[in-house]
């Protein structure tokens, strides 16, 4: 998976690159001690992963992302 790694306080991954979602995000707003947090846009929205918890660095924070996105079940076909 490739990320946009330019923003301070949010950066996303390339749309096109993810598997199982149009992009993963993480970010630092709205967690108030500089942590970061997971979320992916899906169902027409951006959905913050609260039960990842958040994570010390950008980078914890795209590793669970991308391991997310690899162990992600995709049904193609019923």
């Known amino acids: 998976m490739k990320w946009n790694t330019q923003g301070a306080r949010w950066q996303e991954s390339r749309k096109g690159t993810a598997r199982?979602?149009?992009?993963?995000f993480i970010t630092q707003?709205?967690?108030?001690?500089?942590?970061?947090?997971?979320?992916?846009?899906?169902?027409?929205?951006?959905?913050?992963?609260n039960s990842a918890g958040t994570f010390k660095?950008?980078?914890e924070a795209r590793e669970y992302c991308e391991k997310k996105d690899a162990e992600a079940v995709i049904i193609t076909a019923v």
């Open 20 to 24: 199982a979602h149009l992009y993963y």
């Open 29 to 49: 707003h709205g967690t108030g001690n500089g942590e970061w947090q997971a979320g992916y846009y899906g169902f027409g929205k951006q959905i913050v992963m």
């Open 57 to 59: 660095t950008a980078q």
